[in-house]
């Protein structure tokens, strides 16, 4: 069977100028730009959705294969260091918990820390499960810092129009034209299906031999012209808006996003050098825009500095992110929700598969479906691993959380977590993004507490058991002396060449 579509891809077109459009600009131009012709066309008159500034540890490596130097792009983007997110009020309508991008503990080749910690719980030896985690006391202390000897896994907040812009510099630098112009009508080829050319309000047409979608939401590419479908996820994620507005800061950067459930969704905070990113994030069928946009006012502290900017968004993924001659990166090709701030990532993600796969001598079937299988999996695991922070509590103060904790979930996620229930152990999917460490943070933080530990604890008799909790959390307080204040820290590093 031929399976190959069409000739060779020599000119490439970004279709829209977000942070999904010109992280793939740079990525591409910098790295296989040499062998293509990329054209990036925004239109000024549609704006970005000026959301999406928390990001997780892998986006450094991203940076790292771009060549980006860190200062300059966190002096670019107002950036500071994020160490996790503080989740408050998930479990019951009154606590706190942390999920950190360090690991906790040392595991043994039989059994990961946290059965070592469940037995060491019940032998009323063990202090709480966060105490043996670097990151996580650091993030609590706020505390940041690292050199050579003492590394820390972290990743940013920023600002996420100034990050547009900074690659922007970088994608240009690199190569990549700029169009200016509102697409107006996508061209397909009615013999093969492709897409043929892209007309702009301004008279211009645009032809290329691949097309990406970084549209957001709307995809014009990849939904409006190629019908690609979507997979609607909204059984599982009852949230569907948010409302989100800037303030001037009152106190210093934390070093961690904070995620705050209400009785119809949640509400962050997200801090920057210069201001604090805040959003409410619910379920339209339980509370309206107005109650939405008024509780995140009488929330917020310091002065906003812009209009609330309101969002409506369809939880689940497009059936087909890659069709034909069109790949769809960011919103354009699903959404899930942002609690877990996973988007960037799968920007990121996609980009570097895209690269893998590139079709340089012509799109094939397969390489489209390698592509689409990879992503689709990928998105399955978040949305296991953000499903569970509804499933998982101990709520039922609203109609919100009695439908979360009654909902019917993923087959998969319903086995992990019975396996967690049942044996302590933590079931890993290749495609999960979220490991072991970020499983039982979360699980346990939600309150689902195993019945079980592996046995290979016993191994170790109560004083040995001991000696090996005493020593991680020595450890880790003794690495925590010497460590600066965040802002301490931050300022004294951006001043640095
Ligand atoms: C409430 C909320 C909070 C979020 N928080 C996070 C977070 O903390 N962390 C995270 O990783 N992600 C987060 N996300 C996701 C994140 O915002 C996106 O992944 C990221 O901003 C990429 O968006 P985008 O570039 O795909 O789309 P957009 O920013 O919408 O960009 C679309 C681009 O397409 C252009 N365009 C559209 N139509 C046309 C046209 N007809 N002609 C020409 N140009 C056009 C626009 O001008 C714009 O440049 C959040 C999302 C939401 C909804």
């Given at each position: 069977?031929?399976?190959?579509?069409?000739?060779?891809?020599?000119?490439?077109?970004?279709?829209g100028?977000?942070?999904?459009?010109?992280?793939?600009?740079?990525?591409?131009?910098?790295?296989?730009?040499?062998?293509?012709?990329?054209?990036?066309?925004?239109?000024?008159?549609?704006?970005?959705?000026?959301?999406?500034?928390?990001?997780?540890?892998?986006?450094?490596?991203?940076?790292?294969?771009?060549?980006?130097d860190e200062?300059?792009?966190?002096?670019?983007?107002?950036?500071?260091?994020?160490?996790?997110?503080?989740?408050e009020?998930?479990?019951?309508?009154?606590?706190?918990?942390?999920h950190?991008?360090?690991?906790?503990?040392?595991?043994?080749?039989?059994?990961?820390?946290?059965?070592?910690?469940?037995?060491?719980?019940?032998?009323?030896?063990?202090?709480?499960?966060?105490?043996?985690?670097f990151?996580?006391?650091?993030?609590?202390?706020?505390?940041?810092?690292?050199?050579?000897?003492?590394?820390?896994?972290?990743?940013?907040?920023?600002?996420?129009?100034?990050?547009?812009?900074?690659?922007?510099?970088?994608?240009?630098?690199?190569?990549?034209?700029?169009?200016?112009?509102?697409?107006?009508?996508?061209?397909?080829?009615?013999?093969?299906?492709?897409?043929?050319?892209?007309s702009?309000?301004?008279g211009?047409?645009?032809?290329?031999?691949?097309?990406?979608?970084?549209?957001?939401f709307?995809?014009?590419?990849?939904?409006?012209?190629?019908?690609?479908?979507?997979?609607?996820?909204?059984?599982?994620?009852?949230?569907?808006?948010?409302?989100?507005?800037?303030?001037?800061?009152?106190?210093?950067?934390?070093?961690?996003?904070?995620?705050?459930?209400?009785?119809?969704?949640?509400r962050?905070?997200?801090p920057?050098?210069?201001?604090?990113?805040?959003g409410?994030?619910?379920?339209?069928?339980?509370?309206?825009?107005?109650?939405?946009?008024?509780?995140?006012?009488?929330?917020?502290?310091?002065?906003?500095?812009?209009?609330?900017?309101?969002?409506?968004?369809?939880?689940?993924?497009?059936?087909?992110?890659?069709?034909?001659?069109?790949?769809?990166?960011?919103?354009?090709?699903?959404?899930?929700?942002?609690?877990?701030?996973t988007?960037?990532?799968?920007?990121?993600t996609?980009?570097?598969?895209?690269?893998?796969?590139?079709?340089?001598?012509?799109?094939?079937?397969s390489?489209?479906?390698?592509?689409?299988?990879?992503?689709?999996?990928?998105?399955?695991?978040?949305?296991?691993?953000?499903?569970?922070?509804?499933?998982?509590?101990?709520?039922?103060?609203?109609?919100?959380?009695?439908?979360?904790?009654?909902?019917?979930?993923?087959?998969?996620?319903?086995?992990?977590?019975?396996?967690?229930?049942?044996?302590?152990?933590?079931?890993?999917?290749?495609?999960?993004?979220?490991?072991?460490?970020?499983?039982?943070?979360?699980m346990?933080?939600?309150?689902?507490?195993?019945?079980?530990?592996?046995?290979?604890?016993?191994?170790?008799?109560?004083?040995?058991?001991?000696?090996?909790?005493?020593?991680?959390?020595?450890?880790?307080?003794k690495?925590?002396?010497?460590?600066?204040?965040?802002?301490?820290?931050?300022?004294?590093?951006?001043?640095?060449?």
């Amino acid at each position: 069977m031929n399976t190959t579509y069409q000739n060779s891809v020599k000119r490439v077109i970004i279709a829209g100028g977000g942070t999904a459009g010109w992280m793939t600009a740079a990525a591409l131009s910098k790295l296989i730009g040499k062998s293509l012709d990329i054209t990036l066309v925004e239109s000024d008159q549609i704006a970005t959705i000026g959301v999406g500034e928390a990001t997780i540890p892998p986006i450094r490596t991203f940076h790292r294969l771009l060549g980006i130097d860190e200062r300059d792009f966190m002096r670019a983007t107002q950036a500071t260091f994020k160490l996790g997110i503080q989740f408050e009020n998930w479990r019951t309508a009154n606590d706190v918990y942390i999920h950190s991008f360090g690991v906790t503990g040392r595991e043994c080749w039989a059994g990961e820390f946290h059965h070592f910690w469940l037995k060491a719980q019940q032998l009323g030896i063990a202090e709480a499960f966060g105490d043996y985690c670097f990151e996580l006391k650091a993030a609590q202390q706020q505390k940041f810092g690292f050199n050579e000897q003492n590394p820390i896994n972290f990743a940013y907040h920023l600002d996420a129009i100034g990050y547009a812009k900074f690659l922007r510099v970088f994608a240009e630098k690199h190569g990549v034209k700029r169009v200016e112009g509102k697409i107006d009508k996508v061209s397909v080829d009615q013999a093969t299906g492709f897409i043929s050319s892209l007309s702009l309000d301004k008279g211009k047409t645009l032809t290329a031999d691949l097309f990406i979608d970084c549209t957001g939401f709307r995809g014009l590419l990849i939904e409006q012209a190629l019908h690609s479908g979507y997979e609607d996820w909204s059984h599982y994620m009852l949230c569907d808006s948010a409302v989100a507005m800037q303030t001037s800061p009152t106190e210093a950067p934390l070093p961690y996003t904070r995620s705050i459930a209400h009785d119809s969704g949640w509400r962050w905070q997200i801090p920057l050098q210069n201001r604090v990113g805040n959003g409410m994030v619910y379920s339209s069928s339980h509370l309206s825009k107005e109650q939405a946009e008024q509780r995140l006012r009488e929330n917020v502290t310091g002065e906003p500095l812009n209009q609330p900017n309101h969002i409506r968004f369809r939880p689940g993924k497009r059936k087909q992110p890659w069709k034909k001659n069109c790949i769809a990166i960011g919103l354009s090709s699903g959404f899930i929700e942002p609690l877990e701030s996973t988007s960037i990532h799968l920007i990121m993600t996609s980009i570097v598969r895209l690269m893998r796969l590139f079709p340089f001598d012509g799109v094939t079937q397969s390489a489209t479906d390698e592509y689409n299988r990879k992503l689709g999996c990928e998105m399955d695991c978040i949305l296991d691993f953000i499903t569970m922070h509804y499933k998982v509590t101990q709520r039922d103060d609203s109609e919100f959380w009695r439908y979360c904790k009654q909902m019917d979930v993923p087959d998969s996620l319903a086995h992990k977590l019975q396996l967690f229930e049942d044996t302590g152990r933590v079931f890993l999917d290749e495609f999960d993004i979220f490991r072991v460490d970020s499983w039982t943070q979360v699980m346990l933080g939600q309150g689902l507490v195993p019945k079980q530990f592996h046995r290979i604890v016993d191994e170790m008799d109560q004083a040995e058991l001991s000696r090996f909790m005493a020593t991680i959390k020595n450890d880790v307080d003794k690495r925590l002396t010497s460590l600066p204040s965040h802002t301490e820290f931050l300022s004294h590093y951006l001043k640095q060449q």
